[in-house]
């Protein structure tokens, strides 16, 4: 009889603490926008804003997260996938904004980060872990269970162990659109809201700068390709976006240098795609038949960016680390490129070009870890590159909504290629599964792409 009033009195508590201001508050919500409780007044403009434009919006302070969600969830990555679930069943939130990277340039974070386990290198590198924000989208399992990504309940997310098969199988399909603002202070805060407004009230799409495509590329792998294949991706893209007019820098063509790629973002553009390798703080790739590296652009070579208001959604899956968020100035996070290098940088390099106060991206979509080109190469499939390609095949079909293009193109990645969990994790299938867990958007994912109309329209 004790056990049974104790658990009586734990159901009405959970019960109770669940129903908090999920309960509450029964309006509808298209978008969920969390942060903690110092960035919540610089945000209020932003849900406004986006209130005027027909998306109804919630903010919602982690430190209210953590306690509407007491009773549920192991670690606070947990408790924010669990209340995004409930948001989701209760409010019906389709998109989830995490506004909130490392505090500062210290080791904790303002926004929990799930961190998958799926130990594939690249080329005898081991890498261990890596950030994953599809962990916060991918909320059911394919029975419609919540998924953990934790399978045999150890502690350890999305563990495919070296040489082994996978112990967590997470379903992967985006349930929400979530992007991320890694913000690590006011000043950051204030900056992307700014930008996304401006954006956001003014048809652009229209205008003569948002048609030009920026495409970057040279000969990304010359040892294992007998064409330049990232220039040969790129002209696959530029082949969905009809209506564009494409602005090749390619290596074969000898215009790729960080000087030309800094003029043509300058100038402005609707998309800028880079195809090629990175590491935090740059993104580079080889000239034909070469190993020499050029070097495209570098988090330095930002400070020439003004292009204001004419700003880029920028692609670069295939870069690694890209949008590796969690380095900083103090605490560096070791990465491999061509060695094992220490990143002492204050951000990494697809944030530098959103946090740009004079111009940069509106947003930036790029890898937080190694990222593969095919199983094989030569055949192209289920490599990073089908990521990076067909999003803008998405965007052609009529998709003008960031988040919704993001996670289209993830779910048809995953209809189109199959995983098997029991390969060992060196196979293809955990490659697969890789690139879609660190193709991160760094942006607003409920952002409508080429802006809205004007308010004198």
Same mark, same amino acid.
């Given at each position: 009889m004790r056990w049974l009033a104790v658990s009586a009195i734990i159901f009405i508590l959970i019960s109770t603490n669940v129903h908090g201001i999920l309960s509450t508050d029964s309006i509808n919500y298209d978008l969920l926008i969390v942060a903690p409780k110092r960035f919540i007044h610089a945000l209020k403009p932003l849900a406004e804003h986006k209130s005027r434009h027909g998306i109804r919006t919630r903010i919602v302070s982690i430190e209210e997260v953590y306690d509407q969600m007491f009773w549920y969830g192991r670690d606070k990555a947990e408790k924010l996938k669990y209340f995004i679930k409930f948001a989701h069943e209760r409010w019906g939130i389709r998109y989830v904004l995490l506004v909130g990277g490392k505090k500062h340039q210290g080791r904790g974070y303002w926004i929990p980060v799930r961190y998958s386990h799926l130990c594939r290198g690249y080329d005898g590198m081991k890498e261990g872990k890596f950030l994953s924000d599809l962990y916060f989208a991918d909320i059911y399992d394919e029975n419609g269970n919540f998924s953990s990504w934790d399978d045999n309940g150890n502690g350890?997310?999305?563990?495919?162990?070296?040489?082994?098969? @996978? %112990?967590?199988?997470?379903?992967?399909? +985006?349930?929400?659109?979530?992007?991320?603002?890694?913000?690590?202070?006011?000043?950051?805060?204030?900056?992307?809201?700014?930008?996304?407004?401006?954006? !956001?009230?003014?048809?652009?799409?229209?205008?003569?700068?948002?048609?030009?495509?920026?495409?970057?590329?040279?000969?990304?792998?010359?040892?294992?390709?007998?064409?330049?294949?990232? !220039?040969?991706?790129?002209?696959?893209?530029?082949?969905?976006?009809?209506?564009?007019?494409?602005?090749?820098? #390619?290596?074969?063509?000898?215009?790729?240098?960080?000087?030309?790629?800094?003029?043509?973002?300058n100038?402005?553009?609707?998309?800028?795609?880079?195809?090629?390798?990175?590491?935090? @703080? %740059? #993104?580079?790739?080889?000239? +034909?038949?070469? !190993?020499?590296?050029?070097?495209? %652009?570098?988090?330095?070579?930002m400070i020439f960016l003004h292009n204001r208001y004419r700003l880029p959604i920028c692609i670069s899956g295939s870069g690694c680390f890209n949008n590796m968020f969690n380095v900083t100035i103090f605490h560096s996070e070791w990465v491999y490129f061509k060695g094992l290098i220490p990143y002492n940088i204050p951000f990494c390099w697809g944030w530098g070009l959103v946090r740009n106060p004079r111009g940069g991206s509106i947003a930036t979509?790029?890898?937080?870890?190694?990222?593969?080109?095919?199983?094989?190469?030569?055949?192209?499939?289920?490599?990073?590159?089908? %990521?990076?390609?067909?999003?803008?095949?998405?965007?052609?079909?009529?998709?003008?909504?960031?988040?919704?293009?993001?996670?289209?193109?993830?779910?048809?990645?995953?209809?189109?290629?199959?995983?098997? #969990?029991?390969?060992?994790?060196?196979?293809?299938?955990?490659?697969?599964?890789?690139?879609? !867990?660190? #193709?991160?958007?760094?942006?607003?994912?409920?952002?409508?792409?080429?802006?809205?109309?004007?308010?004198?329209?």
């Open positions: 350890i997310f999305g563990e495919w162990p070296e040489n082994g098969k @996978a %112990l967590d199988r997470p379903d992967l399909h +985006p349930d929400v659109c979530v992007g991320r603002l890694p913000c690590r202070n006011l000043r950051e805060v204030k900056i992307v809201v700014r930008k996304i407004i401006n954006y !956001e009230n003014r048809r652009w799409r229209d205008r003569e700068w948002f048609k030009r495509f920026v495409v970057v590329a040279g000969d990304t792998y010359p040892d294992k390709t007998d064409y330049y294949d990232g !220039e040969v991706y790129t002209q696959m893209g530029i082949d969905y976006m009809k209506g564009f007019k494409p602005i090749r820098l #390619w290596a074969s063509e000898g215009n790729l240098s960080w000087i030309r790629v800094v003029r043509e973002i100038r402005g553009c609707g998309f800028i795609w880079f195809s090629g390798h990175g590491n935090p @703080a %740059l #993104w580079t790739t080889h000239p +034909p038949n070469s !190993e020499r590296w050029i070097y495209g %652009l570098k988090l330095w070579h979509i790029a890898s937080t870890a190694f990222s593969y080109e095919s199983p094989d190469i030569n055949r192209g499939e289920g490599g990073i590159e089908w %990521l990076d390609i067909h999003f803008f095949e998405t965007y052609a079909k009529g998709y003008d909504i960031l988040g919704e293009v993001w996670a289209r193109t993830i779910d048809a990645f995953l209809d189109n290629f199959t995983i098997d #969990w029991d390969d060992a994790s060196e196979k293809g299938s955990a490659l697969i599964a890789k690139n879609v !867990e660190e #193709w991160l958007l760094i942006g607003d994912p409920s952002l409508k792409i080429g802006g809205y109309a004007d308010f004198s329209d």
